[in-house]
Antibody
Framework: EVQLVESGGGLVKPGGSLRLSCAAS????????MNWVRQAPGKGLEWVSS????????YYTDSVKGRFTISRDNAKNSLYLQMNSLRAEDTAVYYC??????????????WGQGTLVTVSS | EIVLTQSPGTLSLSPGERATLSCRPS???????LAWYQQKPGQAPRLLIY???SRATGIPDRFSGSGSGTDFTLTISRLEPEDFAVYYC?????????FGQGTKLEIK
């Protein structure tokens, strides 16, 4: 069974930093593209970033470019999101999600339960 | 970026009825890289449909997807009580991936 468990969320002041982690199990982590998707309170879903299986391809949504860094450690079956220069509009539940399959283009198919990041003074 | 417009915003139906949800991208979605998700309160999204019309593993056959280009539809043939939730479409063919704003399916 695929399991994705996020951690690292919490309350941080504007301009601060936070590092999210996602522990993966139940599948061959090193084979899959992984994603971060966020959801502001009461709002819709927003794709944040993706990283290919070997970290060769990395993508970000424009609003986080230069502030967030996605990374992975295949030896530890873990995905990370380093978030710097945080803004109030980054407040959201952050979901770790695995691509549904190994196709070059695949939607997120398995999701963690999310971790809440609150940016407020 | 490709903007996805979902309609209606809210759909009020009764169990047993048929639901038709629409997703219209602002430009053609390449190779039908269009997915549908279901989300219930306090839960993570659940993938229902990918490639516009392929059901994800374990998804009941009352859920079906259709369409291409700039016009996509999610149909739920006979609503079950557990189907009342928010539904999102997503395109993943052109970066950045984008989601629609969601359709809330509520019990009438």
């Amino acid at each position: 069974e695929v399991q994705l468990v996020e951690s690292g969320g919490g309350l941080v002041k504007p301009g601060g930093s936070l590092r999210l982690s996602c522990a993966a199990s139940g599948f061959t982590f090193s084979a899959y593209t992984m994603n971060w998707v966020r959801q502001a309170p009461g709002k819709g879903l927003e794709w944040v970033s993706s990283i290919s299986s070997s970290s060769s391809y990395i993508y970000y949504t424009d609003s986080v470019k230069g502030r967030f860094t996605i990374s992975r450690d295949n030896a530890k079956n873990s995905l990370y999101l380093q978030m710097n220069s945080l803004r109030a509009e980054d407040t959201a539940v952050y979901y770790c999600a695995r691509d549904y399959n190994l196709e070059w283009l695949s939607p997120p198919g398995d999701w963690g339960q999310g971790t809440l990041v609150t940016v407020s003074s | 970026e490709i903007v996805l417009t979902q309609s209606p915003g809210t759909l009020s139906l009764s169990p047993g009825e048929r639901a038709t949800l629409s997703c219209r991208p602002s430009q053609s979605v390449s190779s039908s890289y269009l997915a549908w998700y279901q989300q219930k309160p306090g839960q993570a999204p659940r993938l229902l449909i990918y490639g516009a019309s392929s059901r994800a593993t374990g998804i009941p056959d009352r859920f079906s997807g259709s369409g291409s280009g700039t016009d996509f539809t999610l149909t739920i043939s006979r609503l079950e009580p557990e189907d009342f939730a928010v539904y999102y479409c997503q395109q993943y063919g052109t970066s950045p991936d984008t989601f629609g704003q969601g359709t809330k399916l509520e019990i009438k």
